[in-house]
């Protein structure tokens, strides 16, 4: 150690600097590499004999590289004979597991849930209205209605209806709204599928029925708003759509905190055959 070194080493006012790890900087350059394209979804990583030749790490550090990589939900490790990491991009679906996980840790209620989501869907209605190549946007938005409005069960279209959400965060123009939007989206999403009212005969229930009904001919006013421009009132449509549809939930459960996905894909698909049926609030 040198003699500046050790002077900061004794003074307790010298900034305290962190020395990354050999694991740390080979998950460095692994997440660089992912986040950067040159590895993609689904890519096998080297044999751990070719990274440690690579690197010039022991085999500790390698796996411990690796289970930082695993830990933040850019690799997959396999184990068994077929072993090895598979590399996992982010996605809304991650970015939404990893946000409820901080929410969930925070106490966050339903109710703080949906003030976020209404403060940030409206801005996606907003710019898709002002994008001015906003007629393929319209065209793709009256195809999602359409596909909802044909749904026969409640469930099918509350599935519908959260595709249509997601996929206006998606065509808004700006890709930070678009991650920001669509990650709570997915959040919210989940939310409704645990929270889901048990009626008698739920899928031909007529407050479902009605609400279906509402809902379809609240996203028609959207998307006519968008085709015409009016960034206000897309935006203004957009606000009393979603405060409507999230009465149910909130009048119920906004007081609790928010329930949590057990792994990032779960929820993400809704089992077949279940008893009960969501209440459409999107």
Known sequence: MGHAEQQLAGDPRAPQVHVPKVAEL????????????????????PRESDMQEEFRVSRPSLREALRILETEG??????????????????????????????????VTHQDLATARLA??????????????????????????????????????TEAAHAFHLRLTELCGNTTMTLLAGTLEAVW???????ARVVLDAEDHPDNLKTRQRSIASHRRLVAAIADGNSDRASREMRRH?????????????????????????????????????????
Request: aromatic content about 4%; proline content about 6%; overall charge negative.
């Open 26 to 45: 080979v998950a460095a350059e692994f997440r660089r590499r992912i986040v950067g394209g040159e590895l993609g979804e689904g890519d096998e990583l």
């Open 74 to 107: 850019l690799v997959r490790i396999r184990r068994g004979k077929v072993g090895g990491g598979v590399v996992r991009r982010p996605t809304v679906t991650t970015a939404a597991y990893h946000l409820a996980l901080t929410l969930k840790a925070n106490e």
């Open 120 to 157: 940030i869907e409206p801005s996606c209605a907003s710019l898709a209205a002002e994008l001015p190549d906003r007629r393929a946007v319209v065209d793709e938005l009256t195809r999602l209605v359409d596909e909802s409005e044909e749904c026969a069960t409640t469930a099918a279209f």
């Open 189 to 195: 999403s989940f939310q409704e599928s645990r929270v």
């Open 242 to 282: 979603i405060v409507d549809m999230q009465q149910e939930v909130i009048g119920t459960y906004g007081s609790t905190v928010i329930d949590l996905a057990t792994t990032p894909t779960a929820g993400a698909q809704r089992p077949p055959g279940r008893s009960t049926a969501p209440t459409p609030s999107s």
